[in-house]
Nanobody, 124 residues
Framework: VQLQASGGGLVQAGGSLRLSCATSGRIFSSSIVGWFRQAPGKEREFVSGIRWTGNSAYYADSVKGRFTISKDNAGNTFNLQMNSLKLEDTAVYFC??????????????????WGQGTQVTVSS
């Protein structure tokens, strides 16, 4: 499985960005895909996850109500819509995929495949 993240950029606080992750290879319908982020000097942290079927998702408390993860059912892409961005959302964002056993987990070890990061910078 290969993943490639895109859509990062520079945005003012309060603005919006949409990240996309294009996948290739075999992802089972029971798999989980999601997003993590890593800010400078900090550990990578979970942001959001969704079933590959797209019918259930979960979020870190820090982004709940502002970010929405979705699956493009017409293709092999999933997205992260980020609204009301804050300075503290500045980070490199990574997309990842894992097996169903990791559902509900926020741990990196629950995700087996990772894409390269895309930089999101929120300015004041």
């Amino acid at each position: 499985v290969q993943l490639q993240a895109s859509g990062g950029g520079l945005v003012q606080a309060g603005g919006s960005l949409r990240l996309s992750c294009a996948t290739s290879g075999r992802i089972f319908s029971s798999s989980i895909v999601g997003w993590f982020r890593q800010a400078p000097g900090k550990e990578r942290e979970f942001v959001s996850g969704i079933r590959w079927t797209g019918n259930s998702a979960y979020y870190a408390d820090s982004v709940k109500g502002r970010f929405t993860i979705s699956k493009d059912n017409a293709g092999n892409t999933f997205n992260l819509q980020m609204n009301s961005l804050k300075l503290e959302d500045t980070a490199v964002y990574f997309c990842a995929s894992g097996s169903a056993r990791g559902w509900g987990s926020t741990a990196e070890r629950s995700f087996d495949y990772w894409g390269q990061g895309t930089q999101v910078t929120v300015s004041s």
